[in-house]
C-alpha cells in the first residue's frame, strides 16, 4: 500500500551531510581571516589611512592586480569593512562601495548605482552621465560623504568613465577631496588603452597580488574547512592533494570549489569523510575555465556565442572553427532561444572578450587559408561540459 506520507523532501533532510554551512563555501563569503594576505592588507591601508587621518585632504587612486582567485576581491572587500567600521567609529562619513564592472557595464549604470547606494531615486528622464556625474558630486557634498569606489574586473574596459572619474579627482576647484579610487584588474593591459593624463594619475600606485602556492592554498582551504564542514570530515590527505591540484593556478577560487564538489560527492553517496577519490571525482568534473562562476558572470549573447562554439565542436572533429562558421551557428542559436542576434561587429567584439577571459583561444589563420580570417578554438575543456554548463546556466536566465 502506498504510504501518503512519502514525502521525499523529509526523507532527503534526514540524509547525514558532512556539511555544517555550505554558504561559508560559497564565493560570495568573505571570510573574517584570510591567511596569506595580512600583507596586501596592510599595505591597502597604508595606502588609504589619510582618508580617515585628514578626511577630505586628498585622494587616492590604487591598482589591484593578479590572476584569477589570488584574492583580490575577497581582501578588498575586508578592507572596505574595516575601513567603515573604522570611519564610524571617528565619526567620519564614509561609504565603501564594491562594483563588479562586468556586471555593470557601462558608465552610466555604475554610476546609477553608485546613486542609488546613497537612496537617491534618479527621476525617470534620461539622465547623461556627465549629468550623472554632477549629481553624485552633489550628494557627496550635501551630505558629507566620503566615497570609496571600488571598480573590480574593470579589464572590459570602460575608459570614460575613469576618465571622467580621475578628472574629478584632480580638479584643483574641488577643495574637499571626496571620492578615492580601486580598481582590480586581472592585469595592467588596461592601461595602455587609456589616455596619457588618466595613464598619469593612475599609474603611481599598484598592488600586484601573486599566485598561492600549495602550502598557502593548503591554509586557506583549512581555515575554510572549519567553518564549513563538521570535525573530522575532510581528511587532511585530502586537503593537500586539493591544494597541489590548485597551486598550477595559484587559484584558490578553484581550490574551494573542489573541496565543496568533493563535500557533494560525499553526501550523495552517503559517505563520512571527504577522501582523496572524492577529490579526484570533484576534479574529473571541474576545469578551471568552467567554473560556474566564469560563466556565470558572461552576458546572454557571449553566452549564446560560447554555446554556439562549443556545439560546433561537438559535432565537427576539427581544432578550429573560423569566424564564418561561428557566425551561422550563432545566428541559428539565436532563433532557437528566441534572442535577436547581434551584428558583425558586436559578434567580433564578444569573441575578443571570450578570448581575454581564456574560455576560447582566437588566432589569426596562417598561410595555407586564403585570406586572413580569425580562427577561434576552444581553450583545454572537453566540449560537452561547457555545454551542459551553458545549457542549465541559460535556463535559469531564460526563466527569470
Ligand atoms: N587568503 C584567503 N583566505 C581565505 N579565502 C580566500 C583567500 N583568498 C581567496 N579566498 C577565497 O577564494 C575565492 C576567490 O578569491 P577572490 O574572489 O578574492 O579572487 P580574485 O583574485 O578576485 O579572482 P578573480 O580575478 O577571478 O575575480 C573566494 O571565495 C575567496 O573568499
Ligand atoms: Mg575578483
Known sequence: MMNNNYNILEEELKKHSIF??????SFDYVPLYLPHRNEKL?????????IIEKPGGMSQKLIIHGSNGTGKTAVVKRFGAMI???AEKRDIKLKFLHLNCRKNKTEYMILKNIINVFNKAIPKRGFSSEELLQILIEILELDDYFLILTLDDLDIKENQLLYDLTRLMDDELNPIQRLSLIIIAKDLNFIKTLEKGTISTLQKNHIFFEKYSSSQLYDILKMRCDEAFY????LDESLYLISDIASEFGDARYALELLWRAGK???????PQISP???????SHISPVVRSNLIKDLTLDQKLLLLTIARQFKHKEKAYLSMKEVENGYILICEEYQTKAKKHTKIWENIQELNNLGVINSKL???GIRGKTTLIALSDV???TIENNLISQLQKEIEV
Open 277 to 283: 577519490e572524492y577529490v579526484r571525482q570533484a576534479q
Open 231 to 234: 570535525d573530522n570530515t575532510v
Open 42 to 50: 596592510r599595505q591597502i591601508a597604508q595606502f588609504f589611512k589619510v
Open 365 to 367: 589563420s596562417g598561410p
Open 20 to 25: 555544517k554551512d555550505e554558504s561559508k563555501l
Open 84 to 86: 567603515e567600521e573604522t
Open 265 to 271: 560527492y560525499v553526501d550523495i553517496n552517503q559517505s
Open 382 to 384: 572537453p566540449s560537452e
